[in-house]
């Protein structure tokens, strides 16, 4: 029998070391006390405290959610953080992006919405171009996506390519985010795999979760990600970002990322904004 040929993404791909990118690896890193010693550092540190709230996305993405809410979560934003600024964005549901711009008064903060068939991504790929381009109509700044998984796990990764690829394309100069759903994903390999394929294909910034499966954001995976952000880095000249949300409700679990993205990406991706935290809130802020 004829041995399938290598697709193109796949030839791509192969020139990455997603094979380093391991769970052996990631516990070294994790439990190794270079990172639990700047771990709790940061969490002394007020300009990192002041650090993880503006890089804070702040999310409702609820069944429920209606214009009150994200009015209220307007107003939240519009009255700012004290000592330490703003957050990065607002992130909501496609229907209500119109709302939160007649809402929001502070130019800098930015508008998300979830777009291309969230949280699934089990839809036609005209809907999720159309819907994209309806959100940024009504005015989004950026457009968080979600990786076909299922495609994925299946090998057809030309046409999870083809998706991210289009969507850039629609996006245009905003800002396009690529959710993983690394939990659905396993193996550390595999998420390199996946992130890889996004930043490939255009992605401003990788993102760990939807918040709506079984787990969101963890360590390990968000260790995984910012090691494969760094190698197209290093290959490619490219800055992508990274995002991590789900499950992030202490600063104690927003201060783990901003160390790990701090560690690995350096200082320079939190300053220039390439650091997000997807959050409905923090205890305390």
């Not at 800002?175 to 294909?201: N, P, Q, Y």
């Not at 709506?212 to 490619?236: D, N, V």
Request: glycine share 10%; proline share 1%; aromatic share 6%.
């Amino acid at each position: 029998m004829k041995e399938k040929s290598m697709s193109n993404i796949e030839e791509v791909l192969s020139i990455y070391d997603c094979a380093s990118v391991n769970e052996k690896a990631a516990q070294a890193f994790l439990e190794g006390e270079r990172f639990k010693r700047r771990y709790e550092e940061n969490l002394r540190n007020e300009e990192k405290i002041g650090e993880c709230v503006r890089s804070l996305d702040m999310t409702t993405l609820h069944a429920s959610d209606g214009e009150s809410d994200v009015e209220r979560l307007s107003r939240r934003v519009n009255a700012g953080y004290g000592k330490y600024g703003n957050v990065a964005a607002v992130c909501v549901y496609p229907s209500l992006v119109r709302k939160v711009r007649e809402c929001l008064k502070v130019p800098e903060v930015k508008i998300a919405a979830v777009s291309g068939g969230f949280p699934h991504a089990q839809t036609f790929m005209e809907v999720k171009i159309a819907e994209a381009g309806l959100c940024i109509a009504d005015g989004a700044d950026e457009i968080d996506m979600v990786l076909s998984v299922g495609k994925f796990l299946e090998g057809n990764l030309e046409e999870c390519a083809d998706e991210i690829t289009e969507m850039k394309g629609c996006v245009g100069d905003k800002v396009l985010k690529v959710i993983l759903e690394t939990c659905l994903l396993g193996r550390l390999e595999l998420i390199s795999e996946a992130s890889l394929l996004a930043m490939v294909c255009g992605a401003d910034f990788i993102k760990t979760s939807t918040g709506k499966e079984k787990t969101g954001a963890t360590p390990e995976g968000a260790w995984a990600m910012c090691k494969s952000i760094r190698q197209f880095f290093e290959r490619e000249g490219v800055k992508v970002g990274f995002k991590a949300a789900g499950g992030i409700r202490k600063i104690e679990d927003a201060m783990r990322y901003l160390t790990i993205a701090e560690m690995i990406l350096g200082k320079e991706w939190i300053e220039e904004g390439k650091f997000r935290i997807g959050t409905s809130g923090l205890e305390g802020f």
